[in-house]
C-alpha cells in the first residue's frame, strides 16, 4: 500500500477527469492506496475563491470524501516542519504540504517539479 497526498491542483484534476500521468492516475485509482488531500488545500482552495480566482459551487471536502480521499487535518507538528524547511519554494501551502508529506511519509503526488527539489517522495502527475 502506498500512502499519497495529493497536491491541490492534482485533486482538482481527478475530480474534474483531466489527464494526469499514468502512473499518478494508477496510484490515486488503486483501491489499496490510501489517498489523502490536505485541509490547506481547501483553505487555499477557499482564499482563491473569495478573491474571485476559483468558485467553490459545492462542498468540496464532501466531493473529495466521496471520491475515497481522506482529509488530512494540520497539526502543531506539521507547521514545526514549515519551520525547518529551505526556502526554494515560497508558496505557503506548497509549503505545508512538503511538511506534511515529510512528516508523515507520504509520497506527494504533484506536477510542480520545484517541490522535488525537498527531501520528500514525489510521484509527477
Not at 489499496?32 to 483553505?43: F, K, M, P, T, Y
Not at 467553490?56 to 507538528?77: C, H, K, N, T, Y
Not at 519554494?89 to 509520497?107: G, I, K, N, S, Y
Amino acid at each position: 500500500m502506498n500512502q499519497l497526498l495529493l497536491d491541490t491542483h492534482v485533486a482538482l484534476w481527478w475530480l474534474a477527469e483531466q489527464p494526469l500521468a499514468p502512473a499518478a492516475a494508477e496510484a490515486i485509482a488503486a483501491s489499496e492506496n490510501d489517498v489523502r488531500v490536505s485541509i490547506a488545500s481547501l483553505w487555499e482552495l477557499a482564499i482563491k475563491h473569495s478573491v474571485g480566482r476559483f468558485r467553490l459551487e459545492e462542498d468540496l471536502a464532501e466531493v473529495l470524501r466521496a471520491q475515497g480521499f481522506d482529509l488530512m487535518g494540520i497539526s502543531a507538528l506539521h507547521v514545526r516542519a514549515v519551520a525547518d524547511l529551505p526556502l526554494p519554494h515560497r508558496d505557503p501551502f506548497d509549503r505545508m504540504l512538503v511538511a506534511q508529506a515529510q512528516t508523515e511519509r507520504l509520497t506527494l503526488v504533484t506536477r510542480d517539479e520545484r517541490l522535488a527539489a525537498y527531501d520528500v517522495k514525489v510521484l509527477a502527475a
